[in-house]
């Protein structure tokens, strides 16, 4: 993926904020509902929401700004304590990161070119250790079913909250820079593993490695995830909460008109039934929280408004608090 920083179009010295305000008019503008006749706005939105993942994120960030991990989110090599050794335990040299194999039993390849145990003794013992038998009398006993690798490969892959309700296809990077289009069952959560067959790792002698990819669900510009329930703040203005009306209300299968009654405070929450995440034998509801937002900049209508209500009907809504 490219720089993060880049992607959202702030300094690597950005705020917060900063970094908060550039994600969320990017997802808004690419969002795939918004761009429906553009193939590349999903790629966009993704690539998107993956940045924020990393720079949006405090501690990710600063992993990512020391160089201990890369725009995908992956660890970097930072070589061995004390030595000067670097890149692929085979020899091959690494893509800006570092692949490792676990044994599982015998030897590894620790600086022997890729031999297994069996070859260090034999090169040891000049050929003795096979047989059994080596210089002095000795004998050396161990498993001749060869060394084990684990070639199986993992990725992660990050995909929009409506990619994880609907399924669909995404295309993945592998470190060998391999791609493939992996199918993305609907209802997806993340966490959840997708095991490719045989798109692993390979090696000589040994069966193709698997490829698991784990699910990575991107923050949601407008909706927050909460169990199988979703929660949305809901902009109201300020004659829509004291005359009450119908407003439109976004959802993951579409806009929805909802009634907000007269005199609506700022904080209420009304439950939209079944629009919120798919789950066994039901769905999940969208839990809408009105928010009150004044016009901006100074208005003085609305403040000579304000005065005479003030002076006429006067009300204290913290009266509880002592």
């Known amino acids: ?74 660890p970097r090599f930072q070589g061995f304590p004390g030595g000067g050794f670097s890149g692929d ?18 030897g590894g ?19 003795a250790a096979r047989s059994g038998r080596a210089g002095g009398g000795r004998t050396f006993e161990f498993d001749t079913g060869g060394v084990g690798l684990d070639l199986d490969l993992n990725v992660t892959m990050t995909v929009s909250l409506e990619e994880s309700v609907k399924g669909g296809e995404k295309r993945v990077r592998l470190p060998t820079g391999k791609e493939l289009n992996v199918k ?14 045989g798109q692993g790792e390979t090696a000589p002698g040994h069966p193709p490695g698997d490829l698991l990819i784990t699910i990575s669900i991107a923050p949601h510009p407008f909706f927050k995830v909460d169990g199988s329930d979703l929660r949305l703040d809901l902009p109201i203005t300020l004659y829509e909460a004291v005359l009450g009306g119908k407003v439109r209300v976004p959802t993951l299968g579409g806009a929805v008109e909802l009634s ?3 005199n609506t405070s700022s904080g209420r929450t009304f439950r939209l039934k079944g629009k919120g995440l798919p ?30 209500w003030r002076d006429g009907h006067p009300y204290n809504p913290r009266s509880d608090f002592g």
Do not use: C, W
């Open 279 to 308: 789950k066994p034998g039901e769905t999940g509801d969208l839990l809408v929280t009105t928010r009150i937002i004044l016009p901006d900049g100074n208005d003085s209508e609305l403040e000579a408004l304000m005065h005479k």
């Open 184 to 197: 993305i069952p609907a209802g997806v959560t993340a966490g959840q593993q997708i095991r490719l067959k």
């Open 1 to 74: 993926m490219r720089d993060p920083y880049e992607v959202l179009g702030v300094p690597r010295g950005a705020s917060a904020t900063a970094i908060k305000s550039a994600y969320r008019k990017l997802a808004k503008k690419h969002h795939p509902d918004n761009n429906k006749n553009d193939p590349k706005a999903a790629a966009r939105f993704s690539e998107i929401n993956a940045a924020n993942e990393i720079i949006g994120d405090e501690d990710k960030r600063k992993q990512f700004d020391r160089g201990e991990i890369d725009a995908d989110g992956k």
């Open 109 to 127: 390849p620790g600086g022997m070119g890729g031999a297994g145990f069996e070859d260090i003794l034999n090169s040891m013992f000049g050929g």
């Open 89 to 106: 335990p085979r020899g091959r040299a690494g893509g800006g990161g570092f692949e490792s194999y676990t044994f599982r039993s015998g």
């Open 260 to 262: 907000i009654p007269k």
